[in-house]
């Protein structure tokens, strides 16, 4: 099990040839997808850990090849170059709906919940940014965007459709490793992951020039904020620039590691977890290096994981002795989420 050192202040540490200034563990998923029993078990122990910690980790050698990943970045980046106008007929229309084209300052991603609050911070410093979300392909209210496949585009769908089916096989495979860890029967949670009521988001942070950050020392790509699911996948290019809160409320930077995921956890599965495991809070700022006065573009392809709309969440077995210490009601994933995403848009 290879686990990230951790310097006094639980901010540096190096990594290979890497010096990452974040608190998260670099685990090894291989061992929980092929090793021997013993070392599955450890592996799900760490990624417990770090999710009981951090809330952050790092997993290497995950079964998403780097062709796969490198070709979905590629043509993530194709869709980005249409035109605006041609984005914006395929634009993000409701909460439940959750698909299609959002603009730069459309969404705030922020901890805040009251709607004016939220539109007060969106004024003074929009997101730069851009998105385009992809739900579970053939549910019948709520149709995914596809943009027109010719020229570069062609074969769009399908890479996007084989992209959420493998990440929705590796939602499977984390979920069980947690179970594991948690002492749990390593399937428990199949029956609540196996819909696939998932979000893949393509990111698209637009080339900015550096002086957009001076003038507005509050100007940031993405507010902080924590996700509100169960886990994310979350894969970036080199660029740089997001940040975790560390367990002593600093940010640090999470900084790339080739070839890995980083993976947090949700909202709803600190709920679900009665709060031992952390929903950590993160932001993207400008990115530590420019190339001369500006900052390039900058990629990133998060895989939002959900428990299935249908289903009930409660506290799991094991996070509270008696009935008092169940910190939350039950409540629906499906109402959870839009009640969420409501206060965003």
Known sequence: ?????????????????????????????????????SQKVETAKAILDG??????????????????????????????KLPLDVKLSHGWTTPAANRGYSAPGREKVTQLTDISEVEKIRSQAPDIKESWEIGREGEPDHANHWPVEQGELSGFKS???????QCKAMHVEVMRAIALGMGLEPGFFDRFVDVGDNTLRLLHYPEVSREVF???????????????????????????????RSPNGTFVDATPIEGTCV???????????????????????EPPRADGDVHPPRYSIAYFCNPNFKDHIEALPGTFGTEAEKKYEGINSGQYLIQRLAATY
Not at 10 to 15: A, D, N, S, T, Y
Not at 216 to 233: C, F, K, M
């Open 159 to 165: 890479t996007m459709l084989d992209f959420f089916e």
């Open 1 to 37: 099990m290879e686990k990230a050192a951790v310097n006094a202040d639980g901010l540096l540490i190096p990594v290979g040839n890497h010096l990452c200034r974040t608190p998260h563990h670099l685990i090894d998923f291989a061992n929980f997808l092929e090793g021997d029993e």
């Open 263 to 285: 993976v947090n956890a949700g909202d709803l599965l600190a709920r679900w977890s009665n709060d031992t495991i952390k929903s950590t809070v993160h932001r993207v700022v």
């Open 51 to 80: 999710f009981q910690t951090a809330g952050f980790i790092y997993l290497k050698n995950i079964p998403i090849t780097s062709e796969t990943r490198t070709h979905v970045f590629g043509t993530s980046a194709k869709l980005f």
């Open 214 to 244: 001076k003038i507005n020392p509050g100007q940031v790509r993405a507010g902080e904020h924590s996700d509100y699911g169960s886990i994310t996948l979350l894969f970036q290019d080199a660029r740089g620039g997001l940040q975790v």
